[in-house]
Antibody, heavy 120, light 107 residues
């Protein structure tokens, strides 16, 4: 079945940076596209970024392009989200999620999420 | 970007009764639609993908239907743990987008 576990969420000031790790276990991590999806407090879900199995392709929602970087280390079964120049509107729970089939961008395994709060 | 609209925002149903949730896409997404359940304080859980197949371990009381722009999630006999929030998501067009959610509450 597999498990995902995010960490690294914190309170950060606008303009600050944060790096979120996600540890994967129980499945062949390197065989899957992976994503970050976020949820602002009391709001719906928003896909943020994708990364291909080997890290050679990445995609981002327009609102984070140039500020966020998704990466992975398959040897460590880990996914990362580097967030720079954070804005108040980036405040959300950040989930890492697995895409079961390349080209079909839905998510069959989610972590419990980590809260990022951007505030002065 | 495809806009996904869910209705109603809140659905009041008695335990054991049927719940019917709707999701409409602003343009055709073929059958590239998923449904998720999210309980308070928990991550979303995949229920349905490709509009109708159930994900692994999902009870048979959950069923999905539709194609193009109109989709339905049916919960045939509501159990206590089913009273929570449900989201639809399209993955036909880039970027993948979610509906705003339907909350199923106890009547």
């Amino acid at each position: 079945e597999g498990q995902l576990a995010e960490s690294g969420g914190d309170l950060v000031q606008p303009g600050g940076s944060l790096r979120l790790p996600c540890a994967a276990s129980g499945f062949t991590f390197g065989g899957y596209w992976m994503s970050w999806v976020r949820q602002a407090p009391g709001k719906g879900l928003e896909w943020v970024a994708y990364i291909k199995q080997d890290g050679s392709e990445t995609y981002y929602v327009d609102s984070v392009k140039g500020r966020f970087t998704i990466s992975r280390d398959n040897a460590k079964n880990s996914l990362y989200l580097q967030m720079n120049n954070l804005r108040v509107e980036d405040t959300a729970i950040y989930y890492c999620a697995r895409t079961p089939r390349g080209g079909y961008w839905y998510f069959d395994l989610w972590g419990r999420g980590t809260l990022v709060t951007v505030s002065s | 970007e495809i806009l996904m609209t869910q209705s109603p925002a809140t659905l009041s149903v008695s335990p054991g009764e049927r719940a019917t949730l709707s999701c409409r896409a602003s343009q055709s997404v073929s059958s590239n639609l998923a449904w998720y359940q999210q309980r308070p304080g928990q991550a979303p859980r995949l229920l349905i993908y490709d509009a109708s197949p159930r994900a692994t371990g999902i009870p048979a009381r959950f069923s999905g239907s539709g194609s193009g722009t109109e989709f339905i999630l049916t919960i045939s006999s509501l159990q206590p743990e089913d009273f929570t929030v449900y989201y639809c998501q399209q993955y036909k067009n880039w970027p993948p987008t979610f509906g705003q959610g339907t909350k199923v509450e106890i009547k």
